[in-house]
């Protein structure tokens, strides 16, 4: 056992904020020092809980880092201690697999903000011993990824392999190569953009005003009170389903077919499939998911803009860079589209960067980089051989 | 004074169910029998509110018919009697304006269901004396067309020189032809689909959901028990209304311009201007429409389905059609593409009916039809007046 995998062991069993016991890796990072968030607050010690798959090489060289979506979590390829389910990067991360675990030591943590045990809202605030609820401080992408770099300093890995993520996924790591430009050996930024577009912005609104105007919302002290915004959360997922899928994919999955009848009901039930698979997107999602998160983590993209961030000029973020990149797209992506992700090609571009640009042809929308697009892991199979055999990586094993 | 005039003069100042007084025209249709409904149901004799514009020929020719929108209503060209606003057509009806008052008869109701002075879940239910609620039959698009039919008989007019209408509006004017193909001589559907696909049906349930969600719509009964369910319409129109725009003509509008500030908040005011505008989209509409109506006619709006209701061949809808149709599309309107418009004009084709088909190229999104887009007010003068010509209408004036 290595020093890596002895402390590791040692973070088994971690407690879900407020929820009770699952099992996971957790680590108190900030003990010495406290975190200072791009809002210019203090954030004290604070939990992150993280997963890893695979193992280190001798040499730390083969961490890739998997930075998770608006409503993922570190339980990326083990089944789901909420709900049971498969972990949603199953067809990505395992043995043989593109983020091949007999070959990567593959890291995920809970993201800041997030409900799955990392500090968020949901978790105890030590100055009053409550959940932290509206009292947590607003924060950033930046702020994210300043703690995922906390962690890797925690198991001592100097460089990622490989930062790779979808949509704020995505974001995260066009952040990474910002922040850390010396730490991210290859980054592969899928189906995302480098700032959030008013679009973005008004429909995230939309979900965070159906969340609080929830009245068992309470002003964003639920947990406090024992209540949960069950109605306005399950509203507001149902609204952003909608904007995972494509109309096409939409189409050919239910169409205007019937939900077990043969006729209309000339009523509000759930006639159309659609509207039953929505309804219970929405009521699944507030069992495994918390509100403010919610609204913390959408605000968190809101205020993502590299461009802003650096100058007003998008290449600025990526000067020098000698990370390699590989920037995926999909056609039927209206969320983050093609035109988003070819502004960040074309930034890196403008930087010199080593870049490769794959616009995958398919009709399944945003949600393509969680599903089985054959196009899409023969691509990203393709870009992690090249850098692997770059970064000097046998082809197979830890060697 | 003609008799028509007369008639019309003698219904004025109609009463606003629920809601106290408003000016505006008003009939009792269906006293003699009532209106079988689509569901089966009866409806008893019911009010419909209803506004005209211009004056009827001597020929009664030159009538037009305006199917108004999901949230608009029959004040088409003069200030709402609630909001103040100017009529959500002005631009389009008027003295020398498209839709000529000096020389059409233009006449716009209250679609049924609706909530300014028609038939709907805030009238006065006959058999209790109070609110319907939801105890108001589910109706549909062919009962909605089925009304205005009633209220053309009862206003003497045999045949309408054009029906038109945007979005809901525009699939009124497919059943209008559908329904009575010798009563309508020019149709312009405008930004809709011969059916609601099933991401417009998904966007709906979630406006419903909404609503339903807001402890204040009380079951429905809100009216009864002095209530509104105001937060969750509000949350359902700000969702609604991300769909009426494009990307491109929020970011020309808003981009990530931050409200009344220098810098982002850290917090869940409305730092972007995006957000102060929906906010206000969803406040303000609160005041003029009903949640229940906003139930209904989304309703019908999912029922919709010409190619269904016509056994299956879109183009049986219109077999033997002798209306002269112009179909318009707009190229940034992702809720009703140009896809939807295409399938509209491909069965008509098959039908071998007389259409004309004009995409627009503007940025303004779905809601184009209701902004000032020239080349769309080009075309449909074009088109209009080569209407009246074959119509034997005189070029200006009632002739």
Redesign the interface.
Known sequence: MTILESRIAAEGNAERGGTGAFPGRKVILGKDQPLRL??G?LLPAFPVAYQTYGRLNDEGSNAVYICHALTGDQFVAEPHPVTGKPGWWNIMVGPGKPLDTDRFFVICANILGGCMGTAGPTETNPATGKPWG?DF??FTIGDMVRVQAMLLDHLGIEQLFLAVGGSLGGMQVLQWVASYPERVFAAVPIACAA?????N???H??G???V????DWCGGDYLSQGKQPR??L??AR??AH?TYLS?QA??R????RLQDREA?T???E???Q??SY??HQ?ISFVDRFDANSF?YIT?AM??F?LE?EYGGVLASAFQDTKTRFCVFSFTSD?LF?TEENRMIVKALNAAAANVSFAEIETDSGHDSFLQNVPEFHRVLNGFIAGAAEHRGLPRSGLG
Chains 1, 2 share one sequence.
Not at 212 to 215: E, G, L, S, T, Y
Not at 253 to 256: I, W
């Open positions: 791009d809002s607050v509206l401080p607003v700032r959030c577009s008013s679009q912005i008004a429909l609104e939309v965070r005003q159906a609080m105007a929830d009245p109605r306005g399950a509203v149902m609204g909608i109309e939409l189409h999955k239910f169409g205007r209309v000339y009523g509000f759930a006639d159309f659609v509207e929505l309804r929405g609204l605000r809101d205020y803009d802003a209206w589209s």
